[in-house]
C-alpha cells in the first residue's frame, strides 16, 4: 500500500497510475474492434485517483481466490468526511457512443476487507460501476445533456447483501439491481437496468457518453458534460458525490474507510462479451537485507518491487511461517503455507514486503522459496 501525499491547498490532486496495471481481455471477439469492443491493449484503462486514497493492482493475501487470474485492484479510501471526499476511478472510454441497449451483459466481483462505517443506517459501500450517458434522442432530436447513473452492489443504505471478506459477482443488468441516478433533484431517480434504459429520450436511444475531467461537484460545462476524476464513461469507483447531502445526508459514511478489491469486470455488446482481467504488474525483484527492510523510501518501493532475503531459520511453525535471520540485526519473518524448513536451515525467500509489520514481513508462495543449505548437524 502507498500513502499518498495530502492534497494541496486548492483543487484536487489527481494522481495517475497506470504503470501499476496489467489488463488480461479474455472471451475477445474475434475481430478486434467489432461492434463498438475496444482492440486488446494494456493502456485501455484509466486510473486517477483523489487525496489520501489508494489504488494498486496487486496479488494480496487480504483478498484470497480472485475470481480471474492472480490479482485483483485494490481500492482504498481513509477516513474522510469533509470535501472534497476521498474517491478512486478506474475507467474506460472505449464504450462512448455505444447505445445502452447494445449491452447485453455487465458484470463484475468486489470484495470488500473493511469499513469504518458499519453500524448506521447507511453503511460503507463496496465498489460501484457508474455510467455516463446522454439524455437520448426525442422526435429525432438528439438531447446531449449528459445523465450519471451509479449502481450500488449492496443497495442504496449498503445493508444489502454486505457480505464481508467474500467475493461477490455482481449482475448488473439483473431484475433486482439498484440503480441510482446522481445529480438530480427528480423523484424518479432509482430502479434497476430496463429503468435506466428507458430513462431518458425514446426507447432505445440513450448512449454512453464520455464526461469532462471533474469532480461531482462541478456544473454542467458549455457542452452540456459532467465531470468526474478520470474523465470516463464506464468507471469502477469508490466514493460519494460530496460529504453532505440533502437527499443522502451524511454522505461520506458510504465511502468512508473503504478497503477493497475488484477483478473481472465483463462487458458484452450485442453478445459478445470482453472480461477484464485485472492483474498486478509484471515486478522486479530486488535483493534487500532485514536491517534496510524498514526504510522510509520501502513505504513506496514495495508497490514496485518484490524482495529476496537470504537468511538462517530461527524460527518456524513448519506450516505458516518462518523467521528469517540474515546477520544485519533486523530479522524478517516470511508468511508461506506448505513449505517446509527447519531450523538453521539457509533459505532465499521472495515476496511482497510489509515494511510496516514488526518484524517486517515477506508474503511469499511455495514457488518463491528455496533452500539453499540444510541445518548442520
Known amino acids: 500500500m502507498v500513502t499518498l501525499p495530502p492534497p494541496p491547498p486548492m483543487g484536487i490532486e489527481r494522481l495517475a497510475k497506470a504503470c501499476s ?52 485492484y485494490h ?12 474517491k478512486i476511478y478506474l475507467g474506460t472510454n472505449d464504450y462512448s457512443g455505444i447505445p445502452l441497449s447494445s449491452i447485453t451483459s455487465l458484470k463484475y466481483s468486489t470484495y470488500v476487507q473493511y469499513r469504518v462505517i458499519d453500524e448506521f443506517d447507511r453503511k460503507g459501500h463496496a465498489p460501484m460501476i457508474e455510467l455516463v450517458t446522454d439524455s437520448g434522442i426525442v422526435a429525432d432530436v438528439h438531447k446531449p445533456q449528459q445523465r450519471v447513473f451509479w449502481f450500488r452492489p449492496w443497495g442504496v443504505l449498503g445493508s444489502t447483501n454486505d457480505l464481508m471478506r467474500t467475493w461477490q459477482e455482481w449482475d448488473l443488468l439483473a431484475s433486482d439491481g439498484y ?21 431518458y429520450g425514446d426507447a432505445g436511444t440513450m448512449k454512453l457518453q464520455t464526461p469532462a475531467v471533474g469532480d461531482y461537484v462541478d456544473p454542467y460545462n458549455a457542452l452540456l ?20 447531502e440533502s437527499r443522502y445526508g ?22 459478445v462479451e470482453t472480461t477484464y482481467d485485472l ?8 535483493i534487500v537485507r532485514g536491517s534496510s527492510a524498514t526504510h522510509a523510501i520501502m513505504e513506496q518501493a514495495k508497490a514496485l518491487f518484490k524482495f529476496s532475503v537470504y537468511g538462517e531459520v530461527v524460527d518456524t511453525d513448519y506450516y505458516s511461517y518462518l523467521t528469517l535471520d540474515d546477520k544485519s540485526g533486523r530479522t524478517v519473518k516470511v508468511v508461506v503455507e506448505n513449505f517446509v524448513a ?31 543449505a540444510e541445518p548442520q548437524l
Open 179 to 199: 440503480w441510482g441516478m446522481m445529480q438530480t433533484g427528480s423523484t424518479n431517480y432509482y430502479g434497476n437496468w430496463d429503468w435506466v434504459k428507458a430513462r
Open 342 to 372: 527447519a531450523p538453521g536451515a539457509f533459505v532465499k525467500a521472495t515476496g511482497l514486503l510489509n515494511n510496516q509489520a514488526d518484524p517486517p514481513t515477506l508474503t511469499s508462495t511455495a514457488d518463491q522459496m528455496e533452500v539453499l
Open 21 to 72: 496495471l496489467r489488463v488480461r481481455l479474455k472471451s475477445q471477439s474475434p475481430s478486434p474492434g467489432r461492434f463498438g469492443l475496444p482492440a486488446p491493449t494494456l493502456s485501455i484503462l484509466i486510473i486517477w485517483t483523489v487525496p489520501h486514497s489508494i489504488s494498486i493492482v496487486a496479488s494480496s493475501p487480504f483478498a484470497p481466490g480472485a475470481p480471474a487470474g492472480d490479482g485483483a
Open 250 to 271: 451524511a454522505w461520506w459514511h458510504e465511502s468512508c474507510g473503504i478497503n477493497a478489491y475488484v477483478d473481472k469486470l465483463t462487458i458484452g455488446i450485442n453478445g
Open 279 to 286: 492483474e498486478p504488474p509484471l515486478m522486479p525483484t530486488v
Open 225 to 244: 458534460q459532467v465531470g468526474n476524476q478520470s474523465g470516463t464513461s464506464l468507471s469502477i469507483k469508490i466514493g460519494s458525490g460530496k460529504a453532505v
Open 75 to 86: 481500492m482504498q479510501v481513509f477516513y474522510s468526511d469533509t470535501d472534497p471526499i476521498s
